[in-house]
């Protein structure tokens, strides 16, 4: 089997591509990467991944002409994304470079698939589902950590479980979002046109270690990182307290069910489904804390009640679907993740300053 991963020296396409290569299906695995080393890091995935046997290329998935040369593949994961949900109205990219790299990227590679009938998979997020809607669910602090009050009839595809595909995905969801949503509609569309196998995975927080360590690549590995580094910290917006909740998935998890997606036959899987920690695995940013200080230490953390843009209290994606569908569900608790991006930090004490660098 050969595969082309896009954005492979990033955290998630990094640790697909070793991960897979670790328990190849039968007849072998090729992988191909691409990447075009934008984002701060990217680089220190590069030699590792060749010494594994990775062809890893610089090219760039908005140039149509750097994907010629690969040739026929069995599958694309397009794992290459401008990932923040403040990409393109936060100063730093714009919001045309954020639709070129996020949507007319995934074009590209989806033009490739049908060309060559290779599969596609694409990994999405959770900030596909509606803002509005979300936000106006009423949560209660349970232990340090908001959760959706009882008292209240909640909306449909949303449950103290979490929440679910049914969700509604109506604007807005973000700039980010949209992207990622009209990259799930297409891909989708060319499934149905051109009979092509596709999975979507809207996933919740990966993580693990050797992630970047960057607010944009994952709230656990920034707040680890940069708690162990004395790096300044701030509960941002809401109550100013922390009590924000995001679920988190060890990559290894995201991993398995790919595997799966990778050599089913069964074109009757349902082709949306979320990926995530569940509420098991989520946690607050207050609660974060604690585990921050009973393994680094005490320190000090800032507080802004401001809230800022696309911002919620609480998001958990409901993967029963997948579990059902796949028989698959997140086999590593989220304490275990945790000890893995610290011991990560513990290992590599300037791992901020060489990805900044």
């Given at each position: 089997?050969?595969?082309?991963?896009?954005?492979?020296?990033?955290?998630?396409?990094?640790?697909?591509?070793?991960?897979?290569?670790?328990?190849?299906?039968?007849?072998?695995?090729?992988?191909?990467?691409?990447?075009?080393?934008?984002?701060?890091?990217?680089?220190?995935?590069?030699?590792?991944?060749?010494?594994?046997?990775?062809?890893?290329?610089?090219?760039?998935?908005?140039?149509?002409?750097?994907?010629?040369?690969?040739?026929?593949?069995?599958?694309?994961?397009?794992?290459?994304?401008?990932?923040?949900?403040?990409?393109?109205?936060?100063?730093?990219?714009?919001?045309?470079?954020?639709?070129?790299?996020?949507?007319?990227?995934?074009?590209?590679?989806?033009?490739?698939?049908?060309?060559?009938?290779?599969?596609?998979?694409?990994?999405?997020?959770?900030?596909?589902?509606?803002?509005?809607?979300?936000?106006?669910?009423?949560?209660?602090?349970v232990d340090g950590a908001f959760?959706?009050?009882?008292?209240?009839?909640?909306?449909?595809?949303?449950?103290?479980?979490?929440?679910?595909?049914?969700?509604?995905?109506?604007?807005?969801?973000?700039?980010?979002?949209?992207?990622?949503?009209?990259?799930?509609?297409l891909a989708l569309e060319y499934?149905?046109?051109?009979?092509?196998?596709?999975?979507?995975?809207?996933?919740?927080?990966?993580?693990?270690?050797?992630?970047?360590?960057?607010?944009?690549?994952?709230?656990?590995?920034?707040?680890?990182?940069?708690?162990?580094?004395?790096?300044?910290?701030?509960?941002?917006?809401?109550?100013?307290?922390?009590?924000?909740?995001?679920?988190?998935?060890?990559?290894?998890?995201?991993?398995?069910?790919?595997?799966?997606?990778?050599?089913?036959?069964?074109?009757?899987?349902?082709?949306?489904?979320?990926?995530?920690?569940?509420?098991?695995?989520?946690?607050?940013?207050?609660?974060?804390?604690?585990?921050?200080?009973?393994?680094?230490?005490?320190?000090?953390?800032?507080?802004?009640?401001?809230?800022?843009?696309?911002?919620?209290?609480?998001?958990?994606?409901?993967?029963?679907?997948?579990?059902?569908?796949?028989?698959?569900?997140?086999?590593?608790?989220?304490?275990?993740?945790?000890?893995?991006?610290?011991?990560?930090?513990?290992?590599?004490p300037d791992w901020l300053d060489?990805?900044?660098?």
């Amino acid at each position: 089997m050969k595969i082309l991963i896009s954005g492979v020296c990033g955290f998630v396409g990094s640790s697909l591509a070793t991960r897979l290569l670790d328990q190849p299906p039968a007849g072998g695995l090729r992988i191909v990467g691409l990447d075009n080393f934008a984002r701060a890091g990217s680089w220190l995935n590069s030699g590792p991944l060749r010494r594994r046997g990775v062809e890893v290329l610089h090219g760039d998935i908005r140039q149509a002409s750097d994907l010629q040369g690969i040739g026929a593949v069995d599958w694309i994961i397009d794992a290459a994304a401008i990932p923040s949900v403040m990409a393109g109205v936060d100063g730093r990219s714009s919001s045309r470079q954020l639709v070129e790299h996020n949507l007319l990227g995934t074009v590209n590679l989806l033009e490739h698939c049908k060309s060559h009938g290779s599969g596609f998979l694409l990994i999405s997020t959770s900030r596909v589902y509606g803002i509005e809607a979300l936000g106006a669910v009423h949560t209660e602090v349970v232990d340090g950590a908001f959760v959706p009050s009882d008292n209240q009839q909640l909306p449909p595809g949303l449950s103290r479980s979490g929440v679910a595909e049914a969700f509604t995905t109506r604007p807005p969801i973000s700039l980010y979002g949209a992207t990622k949503l009209a990259s799930e509609t297409l891909a989708l569309e060319y499934r149905s046109a051109f009979d092509l196998p596709v999975w979507v995975n809207r996933c919740g927080v990966v993580a693990g270690a050797g992630q970047f360590g960057r607010a944009d690549q994952g709230i656990f590995s920034f707040w680890i990182h940069s708690w162990r580094a004395r790096r300044p910290l701030k509960y941002i917006g809401f109550d100013g307290a922390g009590h924000q909740v995001r679920d988190c998935l060890h990559v290894a998890d995201l991993t398995s069910l790919i595997r799966k997606q990778l050599v089913t036959q069964d074109t009757h899987q349902p082709p949306v489904v979320n990926v995530g920690g569940g509420v098991s695995n989520s946690m607050s940013l207050r609660n974060l804390s604690a585990w921050c200080e009973n393994r680094f230490g005490p320190r000090k953390v800032g507080a802004d009640p401001e809230p800022r843009p696309f911002d919620l209290p609480w998001i958990v994606l409901d993967c029963t679907l997948a579990g059902d569908a796949w028989e698959w569900r997140p086999s590593i608790g989220i304490e275990q993740t945790l000890d893995d991006i610290a011991g990560h930090a513990d290992a590599n004490p300037d791992w901020l300053d060489r990805i900044e660098g």
